[in-house]
């Protein structure tokens, strides 16, 4: 008996959800929004019972299979422990493990000098964490997160390893585990995932797509829900497990897998044993998302990062228009970094000295506005980074629109598209029309090239306006100086899987003789450079 259909994306709430396919008599559903992927309807109590049986865990019954697969997962846990909270260090603090298993985690932890819980549904895999644990000062609950319901603000850390695409409602799991954090406490989580290699190359015949597995997600919908319940300094990368040759063949006798995956048990009898029990630490069907649990009750913050040289005819005025700009539950602190100009900017910059939402960077000399907005990037604290520069060719008046898809986590990063919208606001220089036609062609050239090289699809990759979550830079080193910061930025983003969404702002882009300082031969060898270096470059 299976419960009642879901009608709405249990992520982002759309009701554009449509059946995608069959898997072990379940139906495999999908948001056009989203896409997420989820069993509806959801098998029955008694259903998932008959799967979890006290055999769940183990793959084989013989000792050398089992042997083997507890050394990988002792292997596997502790790379994971090194990831989350560091190599050879000894630890402080409380740490929970949803779905512990047989505590091979949780004793590499308590060993480690952390005081560990451990809850898990299996109750044979209890009485294994059990023993392992008997000599450390350690809990291990049998039953469900539910389990521990009440107990507020009671970790540092907080752990699940394939865990998440099992329950049957994903937010309010996330919501229990954000309650059981200390302020700042840090989730490790582990989830199967649709954008893997092994769920690109095999589709509908994806190994993760079975009946108790209730949802699936791809890097960018969890990350999505994770900022949706209250995490941010979101981290992914992809899952790395320690397999032999052995495990391998065991999971694919259990597991009814594609007839040519089959042939791998054929070809492992004639593998030696020495070598079939060998560990190989590949890249897996998942990814991993560390986050830091922020408070709710604060309002989110805005940083505006403002690199100013010569702009003395309009500084002032973009100075008190982001000032004077309000957002609901948003704070906006604005970096200035000023360049050392010789019209007076920085004495203008000077008289917001005192302001509580400024901060001022002085250089000693210009070296670019990439350079000055990397300084501004090293000084920002928001949970949200904006880029704007001191002349009016943008218009501020369209925070708003940028901001809104961070805001409700449906996006990481937002590009202020000048020409996606009904009028193409291209280059129109009354006084330099050759000029004005060189750059509009320098447009249309460089927007080509950055889709087809990094596959795309972007109207205006180069805006000024690039909005995104601060956690999206983490990790980046940025090198570039002048104009070319903004396809390194770009680029570098993209590459590390923030795809952006494109916002259509207004723009009016003002003349050289106004100003703008883009050397119009030279500039555009650097952007060509950076297109082609950052292919290929690792980040």
């Known amino acids: 008996m299976q419960e009642n259909i879901i009608r709405e994306c249990p992520v982002c709430s759309s009701r554009h959800i449509h059946y995608a396919f069959s898997k072990e008599n379940s139906r495999v559903t999908q948001c056009n929004v989203c896409n997420f992927m989820f069993i ?9 019972g008959k799967i979890y049986d006290e055999q769940y865990l183990d793959l084989a019954s013989s000792e050398d299979v ?6 990988l997962k002792k292997l596997t846990a502790a790379f994971y422990l090194d990831i989350f909270l560091g190599k050879d260090h000894t630890y402080l603090g409380t740490l929970l493990e949803i779905g512990c298993g047989n505590g091979d985690l949780l004793s590499i932890a308590a060993d480690r000098g952390l005081r560990v819980t451990g809850v898990e549904i299996s109750p044979v895999a209890c009485e294994t964490a059990r023993n392992k644990l ?3 000062n350690s809990q291990i609950i049998q039953g469900e997160i539910d389990a521990l319901a009440g107990q507020n603000e009671c970790f540092d850390y907080i752990i699940f390893n394939d865990v998440l695409e099992h329950v049957k409602d994903p937010r309010f799991f996330l919501k229990t585990v954000y309650n059981l954090l200390k302020l700042d406490g840090r989730l490790f989580c582990v989830v199967p995932s649709l954008d893997s290699w092994p769920a690109r190359l095999l589709k509908t015949n994806w190994m993760e797509f079975k009946t108790e597995n ?12 994770l900022f949706q319940e209250g995490f941010s300094e979101i981290r992914h990368f992809p899952t790395q497990n320690f397999l032999s040759t052995k495990y391998i063949s065991s999971y694919f006798k259990k597991y009814s897998e594609p007839f040519w995956l089959k042939k791998f048990i054929l070809f492992y009898k004639f593998i030696p044993k020495k070598i079939s029990s060998k560990q190989i630490n590949i890249s897996a069907n998942g990814v991993c998302m560390i986050a830091k ?6 309002n989110l913050i805005l940083s505006v990062i403002m690199p100013a040289y010569n702009e003395a005819a309009t500084i002032k005025a973009g100075i008190e228009r982001v000032l004077s700009k309000s957002m609901n539950d948003i704070d906006i602190e604005l970096i200035i970094v000023e360049s050392n100009s010789t019209d007076g900017t920085r004495k203008i910059v000077l008289d917001y000295t005192d302001h509580p939402q400024v901060t001022i960077v002085l250089e000693d000399h210009p070296s670019g506005k990439g350079y000055a907005v990397r300084t501004g990037l090293k000084n920002a604290e928001g949970d949200f980074i904006l880029i704007q520069d001191a002349d009016d060719e943008y218009d501020i008046e369209d925070y708003d629109a940028l901001i809104e898809h961070l805001r409700d986590g449906r996006e990481a990063f937002v590009l202020g598209a000048r020409h996606g919208c009904s009028s193409f606001k291209m280059r129109k220089f009354s006084d330099q029309p050759v000029r004005a036609f060189i750059l509009n062609f320098g447009h249309w050239t460089f927007t080509f090239l950055v889709n087809i090289f990094y596959g795309v699809k972007l109207r205006d990759p180069f805006t000024m306006y690039k909005v995104f979550r601060r956690e999206c830079i983490h990790d980046l080193d940025f090198e570039c100086n002048r104009f070319d910061f903004d396809y390194e930025l770009l680029i570098k983003l993209i590459r590390k899987g923030f795809v952006p969404l494109e916002i259509p702002v207004n723009y009016r882009s003002r003349s050289f003789a ?3 300082k883009v050397r119009i031969f030279a500039d555009p060898l650097t952007w060509i450079k950076a297109i082609v270096k950052y292919k290929f470059a690792k980040i």
């Open 40 to 48: 509806n309807p959801q098998p029955s109590k008694e259903i998932l």
């Open 134 to 136: 008997k000599d450390y």
């Open 514 to 516: 106004e100003g703008k």
């Open 293 to 298: 649990k922020r408070n709710k009750n604060r």
């Open 214 to 225: 209730l949802s699936y997600f791809d890097t960018k919908n969890l990350r999505s829900i």
């Open 66 to 71: 089992i042997n083997n697969t507890s050394d």
